[in-house]
DNA sequence: TGTTGGTCCATGCGTACGCATGGAACGGAG
DNA sequence: CTCCGTTCCATGCGTACGCATGGACCAACA
């Protein structure tokens, strides 16, 4: 027990639920992977551009989008150099910092990711809403909420 | 409400409960990548021995690998070749199916598959049970076991 | 102001990836 | 037995990846 009065789960448990929660999406993910709806898009391109349709002004600098993102910084900056490329978003300076890159939604690219967006979101709706009733979605987004938040206060080792 | 009485989720219940464990999967594996116990393997390559150490002798088809990695076949075949050069598999014949290529876990295969799997345990341990309770573990895990065994079940589109 | 340490992004390079394809083996029909 | 469609794995090829590094900039301090 913690001083929390919350019980301390085992390796054991930890382990096995953790297993369970990565399985799950990489199940998901084979089947979100091979659905038609992401057009020019790569999977990874399109995250990068939800993200982005989550910020500010459709803009962020490209440290915030590493943090978001399984890729390494120089990965994602070449990503970034391709989606400017297809004229998706754009690379501009940040204010007040000149080292920073701004990467901005284009007209063009926020409606991509609104099209492949609602896409995406029928197959989700397919697959995972097909699995789990309300109730249970909403106890699952609690505990993976709290599970992302969690990150943020446990120290690296 | 479907006929069996559970309550049918909308789409914006079922994305938003995606996303969450999505971006809760994103947050621990970036940790896991950064932890410093894979030792002379990927994060990917250790996945494929954890996997063929649960199967019996330590020994999967190709087919049944590929089914469980995000990996296409290709990718997965090369992966395999590579683990075999450095000693930690071997590639044999399928008895019945001269088509199979079934790899199997060496000695020290297995071996270093233990060792890092213990590795990684304790930061499992760390990042996942430091951030929920037993309780909430196993709500998770049941949870996200049902979403995994559903997809079995739902036809492609 | 000059220096030093740290942060942020880009680039060279070797490797692993996905896509398309090919060859070998299975299985059922005629 | 032969044919034909399917399954299973390997390989050629172009591209994206991670690692190591470098240059530009920021912030703090002597």
């Known amino acids: 027990m913690t001083d929390d009065g919350r019980k301390e789960p085992s390796t054991r448990e930890a382990a096995l639920a953790w297993e369970s929660l990565f399985r799950a999406q990489v199940a998901l993910m084979r089947r979100f992977q091979r659905d038609d709806v992401w057009g020019p898009l790569t999977i990874r391109e399109y995250d990068v551009l939800f993200t982005l349709s989550g910020c500010p002004g459709g803009s962020a600098r490209l440290r915030e989008l590493a943090e978001n993102s399984l890729l390494t910084q120089p990965s994602l900056s070449r990503l970034v150099e391709r989606l400017e490329v297809d004229g998706w978003v754009t690379r501009g300076p940040v204010e007040g910092d000149g080292r920073g890159v701004a990467v901005t939604l284009t007209p063009a690219g926020t409606e991509l990711q609104r099209e492949v967006g609602r896409r995406h979101a029928r197959s989700i709706r397919h697959f995972v809403g097909g699995a789990l009733d ?19 206060g446990i120290p690296d080792a």
């Open 134 to 152: 309300a109730d249970e979605l909403a106890t699952m987004k609690a505990l993976t909420d709290k599970l992302r938040a969690a990150q943020a």
